[in-house]
C-alpha cells in the first residue's frame, strides 16, 4: 500500500512540475511532451543517453532504498545526482 501511494504522489508532484515549467497549455498531455524530447534527446545526444542512463539507475537504486526503509536515506536524497 505505501508503495501505491508513493507512486502516486510522484505522478501527481511530477505532472505539477511540467505544469510549472510551462508544459500545460497545449493540445498533447505535459507527458507526452516530456517523454517525446528524452526520446528526441536520448537518440541525438550520446552525452544526454549516458546522464540519462545514469540518472534512471540512481532511481532505481534510491528507490529501493526507501522501499527497505534505509536509515541513512536522508544522506542518499543529499546526494542524489550531485555529480551527474
Known amino acids: 500500500m505505501d508503495d501505491l501511494i508513493i507512486m502516486i504522489y510522484h505522478l501527481c508532484a511530477s505532472v505539477e512540475v511540467l ?32 546522464k540519462f542512463q545514469e540518472f534512471s539507475a540512481r532511481c532505481q537504486a534510491l528507490m529501493m532504498k526507501i522501499m527497505k526503509r534505509d536509515p541513512n536515506i536522508e544522506k542518499e536524497f543529499e546526494d542524489f545526482a550531485k555529480d551527474i
Do not use: C, M, N, V
Open 19 to 50: 505544469i510549472e515549467e510551462g508544459l500545460s497549455g497545449y493540445k498533447d498531455h505535459p507527458y507526452k511532451i516530456h517523454f517525446a524530447a528524452l526520446s528526441t534527446y536520448a537518440q541525438t545526444d550520446p552525452e544526454f543517453q549516458l
